[in-house]
């Protein structure tokens, strides 16, 4: 219970900092998800069922805040990618540092291709400048993001 | 027992998994339901109770200088008013002799911004006045050079969500000042903003002033938008694309005025 109360305080808190000082972190306007970043950490390190809820009401709150015309598309996301990085919940410190990182990659694609790709379908964007102008350099900076953060948190070290 | 505890924990969050993508989907399924309007206000609503403590800590930090700057401000706009008032004048004698119908009056609601949201999918900003406070929905919103800003698509009691002219599905008729010609104002991270299906013989120049048309119920007449940037070659036999240079930086607004 308390491991829940903790998950979910923290959760707000990295919301609150997603929505009100997200756009700080925006190069060119490609600014990265830390609730993403977030949900892949509790789904490695405390609960897939956590990681799973928690991107579900969070990604929910994020939708309503933005205003965005497809409410629950993040939260779909946030689901997914709980529900993926739960799957190595407790073994990831035995995956090659490379492959971790392919992982890691892998995850932020799914949550970039269904926000990203989905949003912008009726767009007046080619699909190849989609994936190449929005969906790979925000995977990659929100990457660049996550290995920070994980090195410091030592998330994936022995 | 015990090797049957792992294939369940896994079924387990399968199962979950499956039960948040349904909610996720019936929540996709059900946007612009009266409902999901209800729920997007509520937690707008509770999102202020957080935000508006850490803007007035900011408020005391830019106090002094916000007030020296609207002292200036005011001093300008006294003097322009009163070059505009003879105008007024001028300008309602001779409507009253042609037999025009008065103008419509807009009283505004001041309003500070709480948060700007900008993506490549939406871009919008919260602001601290809602319904409680006589904000309704699809109400125009200018900025303090009565420049315009956008629209409220969502409201609280105490909070209001505005659709930025920035955002892809914004739409706003304008006028161009030149040729006084009409045509739809919209955004697209390809084009830019740009006025489509003006009329091919228009005469617009780089530089002409872009006001609102006025034939929205949302915004009033020259409410000014921008300036001419480009004109696009013909690309259809009657009309062409005009690009137009945005006059209000998002990045600067603190506050806005909601019009009633």
Redesign the interface.
């Known amino acids: 219970m308390f491991g829940i109360i903790k998950n979910s305080i923290l959760g707000i808190l990295v919301l ?1 900092f997603q ?2 000082l ?2 700080i972190f ?1 190069i060119y ?1 490609l ?1 990265p998800s830390f609730l993403v970043i977030f949900i892949i950490y509790i789904g490695l390190t405390n609960s ?2 956590h990681a ?2 928690l ?2 009401f969070l ?3 994020i939708d ?10 993040t ?2 996301a946030l ?2 990618v709980g ?1 993926l990085s ?1 799957i190595f919940h407790g073994r990831i410190v035995r995956i090659p540092v490379i492959v971790q990182y392919l992982l890691y990659t892998g995850f932020l694609l799914v949550f970039f291709i269904l ?2 790709m989905i ?2 379908q009726d ?3 080619a699909t190849g ?1 989609i994936v190449f102008l ?1 969906l790979l350099p925000k995977t990659l900076y929100t990457l660049a993001l996550l290995s920070g953060t994980f090195i410091v948190l030592r998330v994936g070290a022995e | 027992m015990a090797s049957k505890a792992p294939s369940i924990s896994r079924y387990k969050s399968l199962v979950n998994l499956v039960a948040a993508i349904a909610l996720s989907l019936l929540i996709i399924a059900s946007n612009g339901n009266p409902a999901m309007d209800r729920t997007r206000g509520f937690v707008l609503e509770a999102s202020a109770y957080l935000y508006v403590p850490i803007q007035w800590v900011e408020t005391i930090f830019t106090i002094e200088k916000d007030y020296r700057e609207l002292q200036q401000r005011h001093i300008k706009a006294q003097i322009e008013l009163n070059k505009t008032r003879t105008l007024v004048k001028e300008n309602q004698r001779l409507r009253s002799m042609l037999g025009f119908k008065g103008d419509k009056n807009f009283n505004v609601i001041p309003a500070n911004v709480l948060s700007d949201v900008g993506s490549h999918t939406m871009n919008s900003l919260t602001v601290d006045q809602g319904s409680d406070d006589g904000v309704t929905l699809l109400s125009g919103v200018v900025d303090a050079e009565a420049q315009l800003v956008g629209k409220v698509v969502a409201i609280s009691p105490h909070t209001a969500l505005v659709q930025l002219v920035s955002d892809k599905n914004f739409r706003v008729s304008v006028r161009e000042m030149r040729s006084r010609d009409v045509g739809i104002l919209s955004y697209s991270l390809k084009t830019g903003y740009v006025i489509q299906d003006v009329p091919k013989n228009a005469e617009v120049i780089a530089g002409d002033s872009v006001v609102t048309s006025g034939f929205s119920d949302i915004f009033p007449e020259h409410i000014f938008v921008g300036w001419v940037s480009a004109i696009s070659p013909v690309v259809e036999d009657y009309v062409k694309s005009v690009r137009v240079d945005l006059a209000t930086d998002f990045n600067r607004v603190e506050e806005v005025f909601i019009l009633k």
């Open positions: 609150i929505w009100m997200g756009d925006s306007g600014t897939q069922l799973i809820w991107g579900f990604g929910f709150i309503a805040l933005t205003g965005t015309d497809m409410m629950g598309i939260a779909l689901s997914a529900y739960g926000t990203v949003s912008l767009s007046q964007f400048n929005i």
